[in-house]
């Protein structure tokens, strides 16, 4: 099964606005990733946060974790349509990685 | 640096009939990984080598899929009999070794079975 499920299942929004999608997952973690799947295309890692950190920021992304409530978010800010995309998240479960369902945004020019 | 290549990029089979995919990792990653990703859904872990060893096979069905690693180096993952469920997008990846998370994947290898 699923270690983590992302929430909304998908998201339509203006270029400019920020996108945000929440990742749930079940069991204690190590880390936890981010990952970007175009269409009909690989996986790209896109940051990682470790179980002892709450925010990272990489360019227009902000991550947060929440290891009590086994959630973490993904804020892509100031959207631009090429940001369109599935976005994932994974955990380590505990030495492998265990994807979430994903979430699929689209980002209106 | 090269990525992770992979071939066929499309298979078109019928039911019954066999097919085998083929990963080439980065250089000098000791991890290698073969996920299925099923439309819609998120990619799931079907096999995880460390070097030529197997780390975890649990979700592999291996009554028809079988993979293996060369050398610690290119890996070949197979199915035989196809079904129809087995239609799906077969994602390798790989990474400097188990300790080290982030993945580098592959365009991937779509089956279609009909």
């Known amino acids: 099964s699923q270690q983590g499920e992302e929430d909304p299942q998908a998201l339509s929004i203006q270029e400019g606005e920020n996108a945000t999608m929440n990742c749930s997952y079940k069991?204690?973690?190590?880390?936890l990733q981010w990952y970007r799947q175009n269409s009909g295309r690989g996986l790209v890692h896109l940051i990682l946060?470790?179980?002892?950190?709450r925010e990272k920021h990489s360019g227009r992304l902000r991550v947060t974790l929440d290891t009590s409530k086994k959630s973490s978010s993904l804020l892509i800010t100031a959207s631009r349509a090429a940001d369109t995309a599935s976005y994932f998240c994974?955990?380590?479960?505990?030495?492998?990685?265990?994807f979430g369902t994903g979430t699929r945004l689209q980002v209106f020019p | 640096e090269a990525g992770v290549a992979q071939s066929p990029r499309y298979k078109i089979i019928e039911k019954r009939q066999s097919v085998a995919f083929w990963c080439n990792p980065i250089?000098?990653?000791?991890?290698l990984y073969w996920y299925q990703q099923i439309l819609g859904q998120g990619p799931k872990l079907l096999i995880q080598?460390?070097?030529?060893?197997?780390?975890?096979d649990s979700q592999l069905p291996k009554d028809r899929f079988s993979a293996e690693r060369l050398k610690g180096v290119d890996s070949t993952l197979k199915i035989q009999p196809a079904k129809l469920e087995d239609s799906a997008v077969y994602l390798c990846?790989?990474?400097?070794?188990?300790?080290?998370?982030?993945?580098?994947f592959g365009e991937g290898s779509r089956l279609t079975v009909l």
């Open positions: 990846a790989s990474s400097l070794d188990v300790q080290a998370p982030r993945l580098f």
């Open positions: 069991t204690s973690i190590n880390n």
């Open positions: 946060i470790r179980s002892n950190e």
């Open positions: 994974a955990t380590d479960y505990p030495d492998k990685l265990i």
């Open positions: 250089s000098g990653h000791a991890t």
């Open positions: 080598f460390q070097n030529n060893g197997v780390v975890d």
